[in-house]
Each structure stands twice: as C-alpha cells, then as structure tokens.
C-alpha cells in the first residue's frame, strides 16, 4: 500500500467519496488520487516521492506554475502585516483598479471567495435591474454549484454522468433554460418565446467544464445583439477563461463586451478569490451602494488579493501570453500528431493557454457531441500517463492549462509520455 491509498482509506472515513471537490475522487479514470505533498513549477510531487507534470495547475488558477517566487513573496509579505482586517484595505483597491484596467468592461467590482459566489450574485444583480427572473445557459457551461446552475451543467456533474443534482428545488431549477452551445437557431427560438421574462444570458464564452469548446465567430455577437434586442443582459463567466485566453480575457479575444463579467481562478493566484463586475450603473445597484444585498466575512481578504495582485503582475511581462499561446499550439498539435500514429481519433483544441482533447472525432461543437468521447479510452491513457509523470485532468471532460513554467523541454518530455502511454491505453 502507497501512503496515498493510506490516506486515501484515512480521507474516506471523514470527507464524503474521500475528497473536498468531486473530480478530484479519479471516479472517472479508475485508481485513487494521489496526494501532494509538495509542488513547485510545473510540477507536483506526491507523498510517494513521485512527481508529475502538471496540466490541472489547480483546476486554473495557477497561470505562473506551482510556489512562483514573486507571488510567495507577497504572500508572505501581506501575511506579515496580519491576515483577514474585516476593514477595507489598499490591496482591494488595486486589484480592482487592475482587474478594470485589464477589463475595462468591468466598469466597477465586488471580490468574493470562489467562482461560484460571483455567479450567484451576477445573476441576483441581473435580476434585480430587469426585473425578470429566467436565465439562459448552456448544455454543459458551468458555473459553480449554486441551485439554479446545477441544470445540465459541466465539470464534475459531467464527468460523474450525475442527474441534475437532488436537492435543488424544481421551483429554482424551473428558472434556468438551457439550450447547446454554439445553436444560435436555438438561442433565437428562446428569445422569441420568453425575450421578455429573461432575466440574463449567462455562457463561459468558451466552454471548458466539458473538456475545451471554442464558440463559432457568429456565436457570441448573436447572444450580444438578441440580449441588446430584449434588454437581457450577458454574462461572461470568466472564472475560466479571464486573464488565460488573453490579457483582457475572453472578452478581449472575441471582441464581445459584456454587461457583467464573472472571475475566479487566476485573479485569486491559487488562493481563494472570486469576482464579478461589469457597467457601473448595474454594479451600482450593490450593496451598500443599491439595495441589492450580497456580502463576505473574508471577501478582499490581504493575502489573497496580494496573491491576485502578484500573478496578474506577472501575466503583464512582454511576451508572456505570446510564450504561453505558443507552447500551447505545440503541445495540442504534438498529441492530435500521436493520436494519428496510433489511430486514434481525436479532436484538439486550444485558445491560449486552456486546451483540451476528446477522444472523439472532430469537429466538436457542444456537449452532446463531446460526450461520444471514448471515456473508457481516455481513462486508461490517464492511468498511463500519470505512470510515465504526466498528470491529465482526470476526466475526459475537463479542460487543461499550460503555465509560465512548463519549458519546451517540460512540453517535449509530455509530448514523449504521452504519445507512449497512448500506445500503451491502446493496447488495453
Ligand atoms: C471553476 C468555475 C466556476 C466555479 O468556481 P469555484 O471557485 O469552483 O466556485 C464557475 N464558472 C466557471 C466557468 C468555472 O470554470
């Protein structure tokens, strides 16, 4: 027994399925996880004393690799001058002021704990200014775990194969329409039908809680001139996609300007920070500065705004989502050139340093054509690669990350492990 089964057996009798996210179970590859006992760069060491390259980088968040020196210092530097104030501090202010500079669309912003607040609340602000209460999302987006989003929803949801969760009122779930991704057909008959009882179209701008999905160029401007036409508002969920497919995020590379955008992920750093912002007169209804009521005993907590501050300050160097884009584009086109070699069909995908692969044939446009995915393919080809000191996402239904610390030797010695555990899942 490996000191990772130890306290994996140890983790079932006190955490539900062992685990405090579901994913992390490896349910969906078979085996149990491994446990980290330390990481640094693009690589994860377990309690084993084996180590991995790193394409999770915490499910997002970590855009400069494992332990950056520039963002422990500053987390060290705030935790030193004390760690939670329950009073404003500059660093709140700075973020933001970063954040809109980066987004200018973010006219104005509220920091939270995770992704998952700042959808909820995006969602009661768009409510509030329309005074409709339906929202539109997609088959497979997800946006955290809060009632009205668990509604074909991607990330674990998907990868389990799990129903609409139990325990959401059907009079809450009776309030989300959802329609495919990319099926702007579909997006019209909605509007024609409800337009005016929507509340707020909410979209990851590209889907990446179901493996990686790019939206067709028609996409996105289609959903901004139907809400513009029914005075919906858009919503960006940007938890995934902000400061990671662009400097500006989604809404930079599409060209699309929201009215309310959603952050998680990298502008926390790794430590637990959420966002969601947009036009000011809509962030104005916010309380305390509306009526519309939303609040955090540790939002714009020091240390996590100066991990925030850190990385995006990283982020900013001349070149740096250049590098990224292009280790990326070597490293997909590297994997769909081993999956030919080995017959296998497959579909790759990336937009900056987020990328993704079905074990399908392409092209795949939305979930119900990502879920002819080979899983049982893809969860043998995981348990090899992780053999051989990759680590792959463990679901055939989420997307990965290449960080500022992935070398092209680091890509180069993925590109070996990978072609040879392909062969190896091959072969049974
Ligand atoms: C991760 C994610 C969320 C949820 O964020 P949490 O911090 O896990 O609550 C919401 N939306 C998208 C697009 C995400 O990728």
């Known amino acids: 027994m490996t000191s990772s089964t130890e306290l994996f057996e140890r983790a079932r009798q006190v955490l539900p399925g062992g685990v405090n996210s579901p994913v992390r179970a490896f349910r969906a590859v078979g085996g149990t996880p491994f446990f980290v006992a330390r990481a640094a760069g693009c690589r994860l060491t377990d309690v084993d004393g084996r180590s991995y390259v790193d394409y999770v980088c915490a499910w997002g968040p970590l855009i400069l690799g494992h332990a950056h020196p520039a963002v422990l210092e500053a987390i060290q530097v705030a935790a030193g001058r004390g760690w939670s104030y329950g009073a404003p501090c500059e660093a709140e202010v700075q973020l933001a002021e970063l954040v809109r500079c980066r987004m200018p669309s973010l006219e104005m912003v509220r920091f939270v704990n995770s992704g998952t607040e700042a959808t909820m609340s995006a969602v009661r602000v768009a409510r509030a200014a329309t005074k409709r209460e339906l929202i539109l ?36 779930a009776g309030l989300t329409l959802t329609v495919p991704f990319n099926d702007v ?69 599409l060209g699309v300007r929201p009215d309310l955008t959603t952050l998680g992920k990298i502008v926390g750093g790794g430590l637990p920070v959420g966002a969601y912002g947009g036009r000011a007169d809509l962030m104005r209804l916010v309380a305390p500065a509306g009526p519309v009521y939303q609040a955090g005993t540790l939002a714009g907590n020091p240390i996590a705004m100066a991990a925030g501050l850190a990385t995006l300050r990283e982020t900013a160097r001349a070149g740096f989502y250049e590098t990224l884009e292009r280790r990326t584009a070597r490293l997909v086109s590297g994997i769909s050139d081993a999956a030919r070699r080995h017959r296998v069909p497959a579909s790759v995908g990336h937009a900056g340093s987020m990328w993704g692969v079905f074990l399908a044939t392409g092209p795949i446009r939305n979930y119900a054509q990502a879920q002819a995915a080979d899983v049982a393919l893809f969860g043998r080809w995981h348990r090899a690669a992780l053999a051989r000191g990759v680590f792959l996402a463990p679901s055939a239904f989420e997307a990965a990350f290449v960080s500022s610390a992935h070398t092209d030797a680091d890509i180069a010695f993925t590109l070996e492990h990978l072609d040879a555990a392909l062969g190896d899942a091959r072969a049974g």
């Open 137 to 172: 999302k997609f088959a497979g987006g997800y946006h955290g775990h809060a009632d009205g989003f668990l509604v074909q929803a991607g990330s674990g949801v998907a990868t389990l194969g799990l129903p609409d969760s139990p325990g959401v009122p059907a009079a809450v």
């Open 185 to 253: 057909a579909a997006v019209e008959d909605v509007f024609r039908r409800r337009g005016p009882e929507l509340a707020a179209v909410i979209v990851e701008p590209y889907l990446g809680n179901v493996g990686f999905i790019a939206p067709e160029p028609e996409f996105h401007p289609t959903l901004r001139r139907l809400c513009d036409a029914h005075g919906t508002l858009l919503i960006f969920d940007e938890v995934m996609t902000g400061f990671r497919v662009a400097p500006g995020g989604a809404q930079e590379r």
